[in-house]
């Protein structure tokens, strides 16, 4: 998955019933709302179980501790990254699926962490006092980096744990959050891509669906399984319909404070750029899987992951092309501007803040391709590029002092940095020569061939000569070589041939980097920051973007109506599932699912949909009942749903989620898991 967001248009300025809208700061939860709209009182115990019981998964997702001995619930999807990285030719446990009876037999996760949110504090005042009252929007913003940095510091020396401070309504709101990392992850259990992943891309973001995508870990601590502060009991009933659940996670990033003129942005130019991208990688990398087996299989991950991304960044564009959506959001913005305009002291403060976006976005797309060909991109494509670009930065970062360093190098975080770059995971070379070819691709078609930063990087070389020449030469596939590199010389870090290339990216880089956070991103914190306090200032309820930190939703198990009228169920079951299974990929089912079916109960609830309101990196968020107690997972949303990244609504939009008895009725009759299902308290 896939999907969540921002602003809450409230009735005065929608015309619309209050919907079950909100990826909520657990700390700023709108108990009342859910109390008179459900009657369920929603205590301080409630939201801090939801809190202590969920984990952050660094690889971008979400999941939630299910037993007292640190056994960890997540999707299958967001476990495949490790999956793929423990697979060998001989042993695909992709393909076969993964199942540890013991704990001697789990295996343990190259470079994985997880992080539990522990406490939360407001530090705006504090990053803000930083700043001089006239000093320019940039060097504010360079002066509110440095004081972020020195507040995650301080944290981090004096509690041990990792502390990030996180950046709320693009600046109008700093928290400052602690959380216990866990760095030993050992993968349980894991089924067969293929029942994971049933129907593949084509069935992606679609509803009725039938996936069994879950995935069990353990988290340890100096070789001992933990214990944590909370975990969720599996419910023995299961999810009815109608039922009330909360989703608690940790959504990506959303847009529904973006004006309307970011939005054209966006549907201009950011997402037309993304998706030529990734269009063009996928078919490399597909046309790289038909050279053999070993191909297919090393390939694999990286072809879902980007043809997801694809998919959902397809979705948003889609909202934002149809005059529909457009016209909602732009009516909203109207009425939101009227209402500030109507009265003298509100104008006054804020009449002027959507001119001054206007004109940030304009900023913003004159410096968009660029940024994302030389800073974005070589972070996007394979692994062995982000690893070279961290490798080459390190030693320079790490020489300046915290408040002169680039965000990601904060020493508050560098541990969790190096854990990435050091990780003895493997790495396919000629995977990784694709990737870099197809990197090479993107940043000719995005700064053109006469570019001075193409011509060097080229040297009248063609992209797919330039790529096999670096990956064949390059020493960073091995993980000594890399902490060798980090410590040396720039004049021996040069004399590898990918440090090299990235060295001819990064004074561009670099600029562009700082064109965009001083014309841009520092005038769009004071913006943003300004149009969240209009509507603070008129009463609204609003919640901040999602910025893949910790948020619950909430929303009950029901079904609605597609365009064309048709009932659309609240779940699906395994008889649903069979007769959806062609036999062909991707719709052929695994053998022993083909076995067993004799065995299973084809009426118990599969999947099922909610209103809850989650996004890309809720992925593997626990669904629990009022009782706190686990009747789901969530793993995907549908079509419907992937424009509430800009304005949310409920009439067809859905979270999708593995149902809990649907995945008890898998582990007990399919796969005989006695002593997982022992664990979970059956």
Same mark, same amino acid.
């Given at each position: 998955m896939k999907q969540t967001y921002f602003l809450i248009v409230f009735a005065a300025f929608t015309g619309a019933a209050l919907a079950d809208d909100g990826i909520w700061l657990v700390n700023e939860f709108p108990r009342s709302i859910v109390k008179s709209k459900y009657g369920f009182e929603v205590s301080d115990s409630f939201l801090r179980n939801l809190q202590l019981g969920s984990v952050r998964f660094n690889n971008g997702g979400s999941g939630s501790f299910v037993s007292q001995d640190g056994l960890v619930f997540t999707n299958h999807h967001v476990a495949s990254d490790c999956i793929q990285k423990l697979s060998t030719a001989s042993q695909d446990l992709m393909r076969d699926g993964f199942h540890a009876r013991t704990r001697e037999a789990e295996k343990r996760c190259p470079d994985l962490e997880l992080n539990v949110l522990l406490k939360i504090e407001n530090v705006t005042e504090?990053?803000?006092?930083?700043?001089?009252?006239?000093?320019?929007?940039?060097?504010?913003?360079?002066?509110?980096?440095?004081?972020?940095?020195?507040?995650?510091?301080?944290?981090?020396?004096?509690?041990?744990?990792?502390?990030?401070?996180?950046?709320?309504?693009?600046?109008?709101?700093?928290?400052?959050?602690?959380?216990?990392?866990?760095?030993?992850?050992?993968?349980?259990?894991?089924?067969?891509?293929?029942?994971?992943?049933?129907?593949?891309?084509?069935?992606?973001?679609?509803?009725?669906?039938?996936?069994?995508?879950?995935a069990f870990f353990r988290a340890y601590r100096d070789g001992k399984a933990v214990t944590p502060l909370h975990y969720f009991p599996w419910?023995?009933?299961?999810?009815?319909?109608?039922?009330?659940?909360?989703?608690?996670?940790?959504?990506?990033?959303?847009?529904?404070?973006?004006?309307?003129?970011?939005?054209?942005?966006?549907?201009?130019?950011?997402?037309?750029?993304?998706?030529?991208? @990734?269009? +063009? %990688?996928? /078919?490399?990398?597909?046309?790289?899987?038909? *050279?053999?087996?070993?191909?297919?299989? &090393?390939? #694999? =991950?990286?072809?879902?992951?980007?043809?997801?991304?694809?998919?959902?960044?397809?979705?948003?564009?889609?909202?934002?092309?149809?005059?529909?959506?457009m016209a909602r959001k732009k009516a909203a913005e109207s009425k939101l501007q009227a209402a500030i305009n109507s009265n003298p002291d509100l104008k006054a403060k804020y009449g002027t803040v959507w001119a001054e976006i206007e004109a940030i976005a304009k900023a913003n797309r004159e410096l968009y391709t660029r940024l994302a060909a030389l800073e974005g991109a070589p972070n996007q494509y394979g692994s062995i590029l982000p690893i070279a670009r961290i490798i080459y930065r390190l030693a320079d970062e790490t020489a300046k002092p915290d408040?002169?360093?680039?965000?990601?190098?904060?020493?508050?975080? @560098?541990? +969790? %940095?190096? /854990?990435?770059?050091?990780?003895?995971?493997? *790495?396919?070379?000629?995977?990784?020569? &694709?990737? #870099? =070819?197809?990197?090479?691709?993107?940043?000719?078609?995005?700064?053109?061939?006469?570019?001075?930063?193409?011509?060097?990087?080229?040297?009248?070389?063609?992209?797919?000569?330039?790529?096999?020449a670096v990956i064949s030469g390059t020493k960073l596939f091995t993980v000594a070589e890399r902490k060798r590199l980090a410590a040396a010389s720039l004049e021996e870090r040069l004399k590898d041939p990918l440090l090299r290339l990235v060295s001819q990216l990064d004074v561009e880089a670099r600029r562009v980097r700082k064109q965009s956070e001083d014309q841009v991103q520092s005038r769009q914190s004071i913006e943003t920051?300004?149009?969240?306090?209009?509507q603070y200032a008129l009463g609204g309820t609003i919640y901040?973007?999602?910025?893949?930190?910790?948020?619950?939703?909430?929303?009950?198990?029901?079904?609605?109506?597609?365009?064309?009228?048709?009932?659309?169920?609240?779940?699906?079951?395994?008889?649903?599932?069979?007769?959806?299974?062609?036999?062909?990929?991707?719709?052929?089912?695994?053998?022993?699912?083909?076995?067993?079916?004799?065995?299973?109960?084809?009426?118990?609830?599969?999947?099922?949909?909610?209103?809850?309101?989650?996004?890309?990196?809720?992925?593997?968020?626990?669904?629990?009942?009022?009782?706190?107690?686990?009747?789901?997972?969530?793993?995907?949303?549908?079509?419907?749903?992937?424009?509430?990244?800009?304005?949310?609504?409920?009439?067809?939009?859905?979270?999708?989620?593995?149902?809990?008895?649907?995945?008890?009725?898998?582990?007990?009759?399919?796969?005989?898991?006695?002593?997982?299902?022992?664990?979970?308290?059956?």
């Open positions: 504090q990053v803000k006092s930083s700043t001089p009252a006239d000093a320019t929007p940039a060097r504010a913003a360079q002066l509110r980096r440095a004081s972020m940095s020195a507040i995650e510091k301080t944290c981090a020396d004096r509690t041990r744990n990792r502390c990030d401070v996180v950046t709320l309504f693009s600046g109008g709101q700093y928290h400052l959050y602690e959380y216990e990392k866990y760095t030993d992850i050992r993968l349980v259990f894991a089924p067969e891509k293929d029942i994971a992943f049933f129907g593949g891309d084509p069935d992606n973001f679609v509803y009725p669906r039938w996936n069994l995508d879950v419910s023995k009933n299961g999810i009815r319909k109608g039922e009330l659940t909360f989703v608690s996670g940790n959504p990506g990033s959303t847009g529904r404070l973006l004006t309307f003129a970011e939005l054209e942005m966006q549907r201009d130019v950011q997402l037309p750029t993304t998706l030529g991208r @990734l269009k +063009s %990688l996928i /078919a490399a990398l597909k046309e790289y899987s038909k *050279l053999g087996p070993e191909q297919a299989r &090393v390939a #694999l =991950e990286e072809i879902f992951g980007n043809e997801n991304s694809y998919k959902a960044a397809s979705g948003f564009y889609s909202g934002l092309q149809d005059p529909e959506f408040a002169s360093r680039l965000r990601e190098f904060a020493s508050a975080g @560098l541990s +969790s %940095l190096e /854990a990435g770059i050091y990780s003895d995971a493997p *790495l396919d070379k000629g995977l990784e020569k &694709v990737i #870099l =070819e197809q990197y090479l691709l993107f940043l000719v078609k995005s700064l053109e061939d006469k570019n001075p930063v193409v011509l060097e990087v080229l040297e009248g070389r063609a992209p797919s000569l330039v790529a096999e920051a300004r149009l969240a306090q209009a901040p973007d999602a910025t893949f930190t910790f948020r619950v939703s909430f929303g009950p198990a029901i079904g609605y109506k597609d365009k064309a009228g048709k009932a659309i169920p609240w779940m699906t079951d395994f008889k649903g599932m069979y007769a959806h299974a062609t036999g062909v990929d991707p719709l052929a089912l695994p053998k022993r699912w083909l076995d067993a079916r004799k065995k299973l109960n084809l009426t118990v609830p599969f999947n099922y949909v909610t209103t809850a309101d989650t996004h890309g990196g809720n992925s593997g968020s626990p669904t629990v009942n009022t009782k706190g107690e686990i009747v789901g997972i969530l793993f995907d949303g549908n079509l419907e749903g992937l424009p509430n990244r800009y304005l949310f609504t409920d009439e067809r939009a859905r979270s999708v989620h593995v149902a809990s008895q649907g995945v008890r009725e898998a582990l007990v009759k399919v796969y005989s898991a006695t002593e997982l299902l022992k664990e979970l308290g059956f």
